[in-house]
């Protein structure tokens, strides 16, 4: 039977313990300690903000998951990691989204972010998660355009552009977003809404002027998202991309989780509250999501001005931007008549996301672990067959044939002389005294080590 | 423990030792009839368990691992001897083994170590905590892997009291019951009393949550009709080293979730109370981490 049955007598002597009167004195005073709850608590979450989002823009007054005070990264990573299978990918998304829902009412350029990934990777999760923090987040699947002409009896604004000011606009479905038949128009408004100016009259009597408007945009969809290019809304934007390609082991353990979370969700039913439509573990990752987006906003002013910025960090942006405008660059119909984009907003949009991602992660400066994380942008901003390209031609200071570039880049021949001849254009590349051989120029050679390598 | 397949990790946390494995099925010595000869037998895919001599467990013999939990936890009750069950009260500053023997504190058959049983809402025993030393010297209460954190104190539970407090840790909790089982209110303030009935125990319930940080919101429907009491500790506030900021001492950010989550739920209790230990929530004249334990046994 029982290995570790004993009968050992005390070895040591009994403590001095304090006798039973005095416990039960201090027991009274213990229990007069007793006090109702501070008013502040009863109020709601966060200081009385949820609720909030039914007011706003005329957002219709769903129910809401309530939000949970969560005021340290570390601390929501944990809840994520219980909820589902993390990775890096998801966390650095994460803390972007954050940092630019966070960055929104803050003087200078947006940080508007596309979040790539395949379908299933999480992507909607996490929007989710931030949704829950309704005084701060729109969540707007269809979008037909950023204006209204509608005319209520109160003449009540009942556009997009006025719900969504001082907000984060979260499209979970980028992909349905291409195929809508006014892309042009939405995608126009848009590009006036991130200037900051946008005005549009209508016949029946309704003119809009939206000035000063600040609102960020999330955009999270497939790679098929690329294709809002520079020449419509796309450099305004900033990719995240979740997740490059989907593991065959990654993808086996999520799997696995995916079908124990399933056998388990099919012990409860759903009561119709919000908390009730996820499992318990993903509810409460996305209610503390929500707290800690509105912890943020909140504090916003007084967490960026903690952060420390080294004139380093400064440069290394500088050299961000400069980078994912050449990166960026792209030919126009005629195949080479056109300008790569200048850099200082791609500079601003960065060091604004350094700043954001330190206060996001908690951090006093903007640190390795900050450039890192922003990095990540900077390459997933910049991919593309340029991106590809240098990386193969940056390995061959004596250049490469146009024949094997073609085999090593996996274009067509035609397709990469034009763009070689493209990239020659705008100083990226240059050929041998031959003309025969592509190289990097030694300069901009300089630039992508520097960048590519942080 | 993260390279044990996770269907074994709560018998490997217990003490069993597999040895061998065929298919799906692994070994080892039965822990409850200790024979040698790898009778004992656990999927690691479903993680039902069996011992083909004694055949321990349900009716057909073995079981899921709250079956082995459970199992495991009468059999460490039964030989757990009461006088190292008295000297472990005392260490923990209380007056005698009561509160332990009803709260289900036993000596694991296997570890040696201290086990205290975790409930669910439906008072069902749903993990065992071991009470052990930690690689840093400390001492930790750890829950069965992969089975969550549960209350502590519930099999004492009665639906017809209409008090309930809620303490953190096991010994803030046994330590509370302990005078509340002992002590009645009186003209005179609370006074002794042999009499379980007349006692203040009578009318309240004691639970226990893990930490300040564990409450899960099904465990609310406890307090729905009652008067809660949520006795947490004195945690100063404490600076994040990284950023430098303030933050609120863990007892009493504990208090005002548990508070929140009464409120979101929906849940109506009769009442609510808070300890209080100061204006902030902590008493800054006393060590942080300062508890009811501390207070009621040693002043």
Known sequence: MPKLQTTKQPTQQTPRLRPLAARLTALGNLLALLQPPPTKWLTGATGGLTGYAATVGGVSEAPSMRLRTCEEYSELIAAWRKAMKWSEGLDTTLSVMLASSMSTQFLGEQLWIKVIGPPSCGKTSLMEGLATA???????????????????????????????????????????????????????????????VSRTNYRNDVNREYTGHRMTWHLAGTSALREIDDSELGARFLDVVVMDKIEDEFEDEVGWRAAQQEARNMLHLSDGKPESQHPEELAIAMALTGGYLDFLRVNALELAQAVRV???????????????????????????????????????????????????????????????????????????HTLDLIRVLSNMPQGCEVRALTMLCNQTDDKMRLHLRFLRRIGVVETDVNHRRWRVVPRFNKLYKEVDHV | MSDIPEKLRPYVFHGVRFRASKNNEVSASCPFCDREDGKFSVNQVTGQWRCFVCAEGTAKGGGNVYTFIRRMHEISAEHTDSHELTEFAHNRGLLDAVPMVEWGVCKSILTGSWLIPGYNVQKHLTTLYQYIKHSDGSMKLLPTPTLRHHMMGLGLWSDDKPVVYVCEGPWDGMALWECLCRGKNSPDGIVETASRASSLASQANVFSIPGWGTFFESWLALFSGRIVNIMLDSDHPRKNLKTGRVMTGGGWKGTERIVRMVCDKGIVPQEVNVLTWGPEGFDPGRKSGYDLRDYVTSG
Request: glycine share 8%.
């Open chain 1, 134 to 196: 309704r005084k701060w987040y729109l969540s707007k699947d269809t979008i037909r355009g950023f204006h209204s002409g509608f005319k209520t009896e109160d003449g009540k604004d009942v556009s997009l552009a006025q719900m969504v000011k001082g907000m984060t606009l979260g499209t979970k479905d980028g992909d349905t977003l291409l195929k809508a038949p006014n892309l042009k128009q939405i995608l126009a408004e848009g590009r006036a809404l991130y200037d900051k």
């Open chain 1, 310 to 384: 080294d004139a380093q960090v400064l440069e290394q942006c500088n050299k961000f931007g400069k980078f994912t405008a050449f990166m960026r660059a792209r030919a126009g119909r005629d195949g080479e008549n056109a300008e790569r984009e200048f850099s200082a907003r791609l500079v601003k949009q960065y060091t604004r996301l350094a700043i954001s991602q330190a206060v996001v992660l908690n951090k006093e400066e903007v640190d390795e672990e900050v450039l890192a994380r922003v990095h990540k942008v900077v390459i997933d901003t910049s991919r593309g």
